[in-house]
């Protein structure tokens, strides 16, 4: 996709969305942190269900080692990899106090070095929690970047390098979150929307429907 096609690109979706927002629902950098790593291969509304039981009783790192691992479960048994992730979330609370003063740091570094916590976490915490231009690159935003031609590459590092190449720095921000949108509810993995894609004439997937 060429340097003038990926700008309106980004401004058709920008106008489309003008304040793109995570769907997870949190309210505090470590409640982020939590729901995204409870999010991994499990629907932002499962864990929206799960964390609403959840941060009430448990909303700070002291909080959730208070609660402990065996109450968790329990808070989230309904998403998928329950037992793992709530070991992950105790773990990381207990460093998240033991080396962070119980904050959540914004530094990529750091964050990785937590439980359950890789690159993709880590860059959405970045970006959602401190607006950091950061890309964060899951299914959907790998497969709109691959299909439309955007930012081709065979894995996620690969997609993630050339998008941060490619993306118009005026979009960077928020980039992900439209990118995510996008996959989530239009360039889909089944049931492709392509009739009503407001990118459809910038789109070099040749498979397109409509």
């Not at 970045?126 to 299909?147: G, I």
């Not at 998008?163 to 889909?188: E, N, Q």
Request: aromatic share 6%.
């Amino acid at each position: 996709m060429k340097p003038e096609a990926i700008h309106e690109f980004f401004r058709r979706l920008a106008e489309r969305t003008p304040e793109p927002r995570t769907e997870l629902e949190y309210g505090s950098p470590y409640q982020l942190l939590v729901a995204v790593v409870l999010s991994a291969q499990t629907t932002d509304k499962g864990v929206n269900l799960a964390t609403r039981r959840l941060f009430p009783l448990a909303p700070t790192p002291q909080a959730m080692l208070a609660l402990g691992e065996e109450r968790l479960a329990e808070c989230i048994k309904t998403i998928g990899f329950y037992r793992a992730k709530s070991k992950n979330v105790i773990e990381l609370s207990r460093l998240l106090i033991e080396r962070h003063a119980g904050e959540v740091p914004s530094d990529r570094a750091a964050l990785e070095a937590l439980p359950g916590v890789g690159r993709k976490t880590a860059n959405v915490v970045l970006n959602t929690a401190f607006r950091q231009p950061v890309m964060a690159v899951d299914r959907h935003v790998f497969r709109v970047a691959n299909r439309t031609g955007l930012a081709p590459g065979k894995d996620v590092e690969e997609v993630e390098a050339a998008l941060m190449k490619v993306v118009p720095i005026d979009y960077l921000l928020d980039a992900h979150h439209w990118l995510i949108l996008h996959g989530r509810y239009v360039c889909t993995a089944k049931k492709i929307q392509c009739p009503v894609c407001c990118v459809y004439d910038l789109c070099n997937w040749q498979d397109k429907t409509g």
